[in-house]
């Protein structure tokens, strides 16, 4: 296997979570993700919300990182 060919596929972020409160007595999960290479920030509301903000922002990566043919 050639290693010089093979790209990395590790990225670093920051999650940041708060609990943010919406009307007296109501809260909502909020939460922040940030590449740490780039400083790009995208913004999340909820856990369920997390998952594919994640997969989305590894994608994009991928296809910002692949050569072009």
Known sequence: M???NTRSRSHLFTV???EEEIEPGVSELRGKVQLLISGEVRY???WAALVPL???LLLELDSQ???NQ
């Open 2 to 4: 050639d290693i010089s």
């Open 16 to 18: 940041r979570v708060w």
């Open 44 to 46: 999340f509301r909820g």
């Open 54 to 56: 994640l997969v989305a």
């Open 65 to 67: 990182s692949e050569p």
